[in-house]
């Protein structure tokens, strides 16, 4: 049974994601689009089409143009949206990488992604370097300034005229984050400028009370989707003004929405659970927030009354990936009510079903499969991965999502759990065969096993499981991991054992480790 949305289809133009996003900037002018919430560093709508134009220019004038790759390593800054604009005008590909990445993780993304140039910020330049040595990049950029790094400001100061260019919105790319889809390690997601442009607009019409009167908080990082296109891009299509923070700590997070008087909150769950629990809640004056809108991961219905009755305002949820741009369903926020624990319905031009995880066939109200959509949003492929994209977009165009769910006689969507074994810490994806492969480069591990485990703050934090063939402690194990990846990778537990279950293939049985722990906690 295929579940459609509520509302009747929206028309997409095959227009170019920029000039959709900046089409009402000159119009807008002294309103203020995008604010500096540590600094108060502010860019009006006027200042910051102008500021995007002239970056344009400038990356032209080095020799950036369509189809080139720039990278941005750098956590939330207003200048992160002027760079992604600034490319993406003149038909460029920006990857966007997660700020706490390892050297050895940049230079992996930058090689795969083959990006050309790469911005960043003062205190990444080293990892920064090391990467971009390995990788050969022509030319490093930091907001702001520090040495041995060419200033990004100096891309605005040449004033020159765009060079023409012929974007196709179906075909031509402007983002590449990266994901690790249902399995493995991480792969270029190919978004093209029709797919953000889709999902811009059918979210807005799913955002059913998003104006360009409220006020954002953008803690939702950048380099990832959810952050970029729901946050970032779609609030500058609406004409609504952008308050970046760097980094997420309660206090100031809390501060900021009081200062800024931030009336449209977009979350993770973790924040959720703060916002429910976290005593320093009571020290600030929260009233300007209307609507909390949670997603990345799943949001228990507990927790989601629990804030909903602190706060006192509704706190909704929606589902994707980054392989649908990202938004395929969520709790409309116009309704006047919701269904407890559900990420809602199909937005506009989205269809979506639920099929038997064994035989692929349709399931109907109530029945549990997995969960796959269909619609333009659904990503490009796989950069230079067409097996992994044959194996997650069928012949039909169903892209399958590799979670487990259900839905109702109303078509209210419910996640229970994944088919794929990623590990989903804060929203970020961990891949466990990254974390595998590492601990079977230790010289004390013979095999290995990780998979997520609960955690109230997180959602999921993962453990390992390893047979030795030589001395070592579980301490120094995961020392050893801790080194070599970002900190939200880093193993929480690790048990020694004296075999890891896997099938007749040779495949690892993550499942049955999974049922093991779970009986293990109770």
Request: net charge negative; proline share 8%; charged share 20%.
């Amino acid at each position: 049974m295929i579940v459609r949305p509520p509302e009747p289809p929206i028309e997409i133009p095959d227009v170019p994601l920029t000039p959709l996003v900046l089409a009402r900037a000159d119009a807008l002018g002294d309103k203020p689009a995008l604010v500096d919430a540590p600094s108060g560093r502010t860019y009006t709508y006027a200042q910051f089409a102008a500021a995007v134009r002239a970056t344009a220019s400038g990356l032209a004038g080095r020799g950036f143009g369509k189809g080139d790759v720039l990278a941005i390593f750098s956590p939330n800054l207003p200048e992160y949206a002027i760079a992604f604009h600034g490319a993406a005008l003149i038909g460029g590909i920006v990857t966007t990488i997660n700020p706490l990445y390892t050297a050895a993780e940049l230079a992996y993304q930058l090689k795969d992604a083959r990006a050309r140039d790469l911005i960043t910020v003062g205190p990444f330049l080293d990892k920064a370097r090391e990467a971009a040595a390995e990788c050969g990049l022509r030319e490093v950029f930091v907001f702001g300034e520090a040495d041995g790094a060419t200033p990004f400001a100096s891309l605005q100061k040449g004033g020159g005229t765009l060079p023409p260019v012929d974007i196709d919105p179906r075909e031509d790319l402007v983002a590449m984050p990266y994901s690790s889809g249902t399995t493995g390690l991480s792969k270029g997601v190919m978004l093209t400028h029709r797919n953000l442009v889709a999902n811009i607009l059918q979210s807005r019409a799913a955002f059913d009370a998003l104006s360009g009167d409220d006020r954002v908080l953008a803690i939702l990082p950048f380099f990832h989707i959810y952050g970029l296109v729901v946050v970032l891009n779609l609030g500058l299509h609406m004409g609504t003004t952008i308050v970046t923070l760097p980094r997420f700590e309660m206090e100031s997070f809390l501060k900021a929405i009081q200062d800024h008087r931030i009336t449209y909150g977009y979350v993770v769950p973790p924040i959720v659970l703060g916002l429910a629990k976290h005593p320093l809640v009571d020290q600030f004056d929260l009233k300007s927030l209307r609507v909390v809108f949670s997603g990345a991961a799943p949001l228990g219905a507990e927790l989601s009354a629990a804030a909903s009755a602190r706060l006192g305002v509704r706190v909704l949820q929606g589902y994707g990936l980054t392989e649908t741009s990202p938004v395929t369903h969520c709790v409309r926020v116009g309704s006047p009510t919701g269904v407890a624990g559900s990420v809602g319905q199909p937005i506009p031009n989205t269809e979506a079903k639920v099929v038997d995880v064994a035989t692929g066939a349709e399931l109907g109200p109530g029945q549990e499969g997995e969960i796959c959509m269909r619609g333009p949003q659904v990503m490009k492929g796989y950069l230079n991965r067409p097996d992994a994209t044959a194996a997650m977009i069928d012949p039909e165009g169903w892209l399958h999502s590799g979670d487990i769910g259900y839905f109702d006689e109303n078509g209210n969507f419910f996640i229970v759990d994944r088919v794929k074994e990623l590990i989903k810490y804060k929203g970020l994806q961990i891949a466990p065969a990254e974390l595998e492969a590492l601990l079977i480069s230790h010289p004390a591990v013979a095999d290995a096993a990780v998979i997520p485990v609960p955690d109230d703050e997180a959602g999921q934090v993962p453990k390992g499981f390893v047979v030795l063939k030589a001395a070592a402690t579980p301490e120094e194990i995961m020392a050893y991991v801790a080194e070599r990846v970002a900190p939200f990778k880093k193993l929480r537990y690790l048990d020694v054992i004296e075999q890891v279950p896997k099938s007749p293939s040779g495949k690892i049985l993550r499942r049955l480790l999974v049922d093991k722990e779970r009986a293990a906690r109770g």
